[in-house]
């Protein structure tokens, strides 16, 4: 089970974090990933963060945003700076690319 939080409305340029608690075992060992879902609710990847803290980002959040985890509390996290609206969708957590949040919503307007 997978949950997310930090979600909210912003102004452009401005920041967010966004967290994820995982519950069970293991979680040490998964890939968890971060995805959004936009208008068109095409679920797209902004990032992966592997077992060995290695990361990965679409081009287009690259050097804005930041993925992280914190095995001892089982969580991951999503460091979200100069946002855009094109940022704006739904954000999911996913561990191992089968086991999904129920999201949560990121609007960048101002």
């Known amino acids: 089970h997978l949950a997310e939080s930090g979600g909210g409305l912003v102004r452009p340029g401005r920041s967010l974090m966004l967290s994820c608690t995982a519950s069970g075992r293991n979680f040490e060992f998964y890939t968890m990933s971060w995805f959004r879902q936009g208008p068109d609710n095409s679920r797209d990847l902004v990032a992966h963060i592997y077992n060995n803290g290695r990361t990965e980002y679409v081009d287009s959040v690259k050097g804005r945003f930041a993925i992280s985890r914190d095995n001892q509390r089982n969580m991951v996290f999503l460091d979200m700076t100069n946002l855009k609206p094109e940022d704006t969708g739904l954000y999911y957590c996913?561990?191992?690319?089968?086991?999904w949040g129920q999201g949560t919503r990121v609007t960048v307007s101002s």
């Open positions: 996913c561990a191992g690319g089968s086991i």
